[in-house]
């Protein structure tokens, strides 16, 4: 039996930190009970001082979930530590994660502390969490940046404070991989105390190097990886977990280390976190893209009709990929949409499951085949956990060659039905301008995306919609077979999210705080 190597998932922590990937309560829980599901070794569920909303969420998922290890993320700070400790405590298995800056820039310009300062504060935090919880994770931010020999002190004083893992950033996404490898080595070789710590890599994509860093670090002796769910992160993104998984599953011989991840959850587990937080997965997208295991060129497709292996290192059922050719159509019945769903790796409760059926109906009668892009959209096209204080009611709009787009849009507003006439530069200019006079807001527009799902001119347009406030955003889609429906429900749908995560910052004792502030 090879070693192995354990999966830390940040999808709830580092990846909720993306620009405009909110999550509630309620869809942390819900991505925490899929990691469990895939057998993630450790969850790391929030930053609990960074708002109380943070704080719930890793609560609410440690007394939730039986098999993972709960870690709560917690700066340099005695108070951090406290309240990461007071959300994980009555998890099975709890883990308290702290960090501080290691490199010249960090430590100068954010820190405003010496070497003997940050010394001084590892001791003391690191001391301090090892007396509440038995397994204590210490990180040095910026280590890829680092100098050397100040690493090593940082590490052997960790440990020596009770740290279990010591785990090592590229906080920027800066190494090479046989760079970040060699810090692996030079640390095994030059802390006396590194056999008493299982060492752990964390990356970051901004070079596009996440995976291959994470990996480099496992030839060189990290024991654990951080990782998300479709590399979602801060900027460029984390190392994906998918991918390292199945670069050690598939590349075995060159990589003699195992993980206990139940690989066939991951499509499911893709799916769940690109609805939720409305941050698409691009189609190229290694392992979870739509197009990841599609085969368009014709000398492909003849070498994949002779044998598999030809053109696929790895099967699409290894991933909880499924083609089946079940297509639904508007007499099919809510058993066999709730298979489908069910299939495609969604699960709903009875409420969810009849108000989908209804939208599934309503698509229905407009297209004759509902395929399983569709429904993905479908079941992604969620806000019924955002309390749905604006909702989509109806549009009418004037579009061609003219010169002023008119738009009347309906909403119910708190229970409310209001409608009104906006006009624009185009159509979608005069939806939103009708919705922002009926919900008198003037968010920002910072994305705004079309892509039809399926081919044929009857597909269904998906809209990504990304607004932002006071430096808050909100990340959403909508999709209907009118792409100014749909327009106008991605939007109603971010503007519902926005308002959300305004009034949880706002309800906060300690307001959001920024990991840059650590
Ligand atoms: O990138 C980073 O350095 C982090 C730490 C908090 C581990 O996310
Ligand atoms: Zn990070």
């Not at 704080?55 to 951090?80: H, P, Q, Y």
């Not at 654990?224 to 050690?248: D, F, K, P, W, Y």
């Not at 399926?454 to 990304?466: L, M, S």
Request: proline share 2%; charged share 25%.
């Amino acid at each position: 039996m090879t070693e192995k190597i354990y999966i830390f998932d940040t999808t709830l922590r580092d990846g909720e930190q993306s620009p405009g990937a909110t999550m509630n309560l309620e869809e942390k829980v819900q991505i925490a009970e899929i990691l469990e599901e895939m057998n993630v070794d450790i969850i790391e569920a929030g930053f609990p001082i960074a708002s109380n909303g943070d704080f719930e969420a890793v609560l609410e998922i440690s007394k939730n979930i039986n098999n993972s290890t709960i870690a709560g993320l917690a700066r340099a700070k005695l108070a951090d530590i406290d309240r990461a400790w007071e959300a994980v405590k009555n998890a099975k298995s709890s883990r308290i994660h702290t960090f501080i800056a290691t490199s010249p820039v960090h430590m100068k310009y954010k820190l405003k502390k010496n070497k003997t300062e940050v010394l001084e504060a590892i001791q003391q935090t690191v001391s301090y969490a090892r007396n509440l919880c038995s397994d204590v994770e210490w990180s040095c931010e910026d280590a890829g940046r680092s100098d050397i020999d100040f690493l090593y002190k940082c590490i052997e004083l960790a440990i020596r404070c009770g740290a279990t893992t010591i785990n090592i950033p590229d906080t920027v996404g800066y190494t090479l991989p046989n760079e970040f490898g060699s810090i692996f080595k030079s640390v095994r070789n030059n802390v006396p105390n590194i056999h008493k710590a299982i060492l752990s890599a964390h990356t970051h994509n901004d070079l596009g190097l996440a995976v291959a860093n994470s990996l480099a670090a496992v030839q060189e002796g990290a024991r654990q990886v951080e990782c998300t769910i479709n590399g979602l992160g801060e900027r460029a993104g984390n190392s994906a977990l998918e991918e390292i998984v199945m670069a050690i599953k598939v590349k075995k011989d060159l990589i003699p280390f195992h993980t206990e991840i139940k690989t066939e959850f991951i499509t499911k587990a893709s799916r769940l976190v690109s609805s939720i937080t409305g941050f698409s997965v691009q189609p190229n997208k290694a392992i979870v893209g739509t197009n990841a295991f599609a085969h368009e060129a014709g000398i492909h497709q003849d070498g994949m009709l002779k044998h598999t292996g030809t053109y696929e290192i790895m099967t699409p059922d290894s991933v909880g990929l499924t083609k089946s050719s079940l297509v639904l159509g508007k007499h099919s019945g809510k058993h066999a949409f709730n298979e489908k769903l069910k299939e495609l790796g969604y699960d709903f409760g009875d409420n969810a499951l009849m108000e989908l059926f209804g939208r599934f109906k309503d698509l229905a009668d407009k297209k004759k085949e509902v395929f399983d892009e569709d429904l993905i959209a479908l079941a992604g096209d969620r806000t019924i956990s955002y309390n749905e204080h604006i909702k989509f009611v109806s549009l009418l709009v004037n579009a061609g060659s003219i010169e002023k787009h008119e738009a009347t849009v309906s909403l119910e507003i708190d229970g409310e039905k209001k409608s009104t006439t906006s006009f624009g530069n185009g159509p979608v200019d005069g939806t939103f301008n009708a919705i922002k006079s009926l919900t008198k807001t003037h968010f920002k527009l910072k994305l705004y995306q079309v892509h039809a799902i399926t081919a044929g001119t009857d597909a269904q347009g998906e809209v990504t919609v990304r607004l932002e406030d006071r430096g808050l955003t909100s990340q959403a889609k909508g999709s209907d077979p009118d792409i100014i429906v749909a327009s106008a429900k991605a939007y109603i749908n971010s503007l519902n999210k926005l308002i959300f995560k305004k009034s949880k910052s706002m309800s906060n004792e300690i307001s959001e705080i920024e990991i840059g502030e650590a």
